[in-house]
């Protein structure tokens, strides 16, 4: 998105495409505030990382309660994968989403 947005700087277009990105960074979310960017992907990390040390746990301790319900093909088999649901983030939910996680400040996004 942010190749996308120095294009749209360029053209006098910021503001006026919608733009979408992800990861949710910083930069991303300021950018929302400021209307520069329309929406973000954001998966809170909290919940990824104890997902990830339970899965992990497991597969070490080579128990079959982990299943899962999708793959996902990686050139030459179809791996098992666990899907997490993204949550579309814009200017609307961003207080309700990224900053209530903790994942960025109200101060370090609106600068207050």
Same mark, same amino acid.
């Given at each position: 998105?942010?190749?996308? @947005?120095?294009?749209?700087?360029?053209?006098?277009?910021?503001?006026?495409?919608?733009?979408?990105?992800?990861?949710?960074?910083?930069?991303?979310?300021?950018?929302?505030?400021?209307?520069?960017?329309?929406?973000?992907?954001?998966?809170?990390?909290?919940?990824?990382?104890?997902?990830?040390?339970?899965?992990?746990?497991?597969?070490?301790?080579?128990?079959?309660?982990?299943?899962?319900?999708?793959?996902?093909?990686?050139?030459?088999?179809?791996?098992?994968?666990?899907?997490?649901?993204?949550?579309?983030?814009?200017?609307?939910? @961003?207080?309700?989403?990224?900053?209530?996680?903790?994942?960025?400040?109200?101060?370090?996004?609106?600068?207050?």
């Amino acid at each position: 998105a942010k190749g996308v @947005l120095m294009s749209l700087d360029e053209r006098d277009l910021t503001g006026k495409v919608l733009l979408t990105g992800q990861d949710a960074t910083l930069l991303t979310c300021q950018d929302i505030v400021r209307d520069r960017q329309t929406m973000t992907i954001y998966k809170p990390i909290k919940y990824l990382a104890e997902s990830a040390a339970s899965f992990a746990v497991q597969i070490a301790r080579n128990e079959n309660g982990m299943k899962t319900e999708n793959t996902t093909y990686n050139g030459m088999i179809d791996v098992p994968s666990i899907l997490f649901d993204p949550i579309l983030v814009d200017k609307k939910n @961003l207080k309700e989403t990224i900053i209530k996680d903790g994942y960025w400040t109200e101060e370090q996004v609106y600068g207050n």
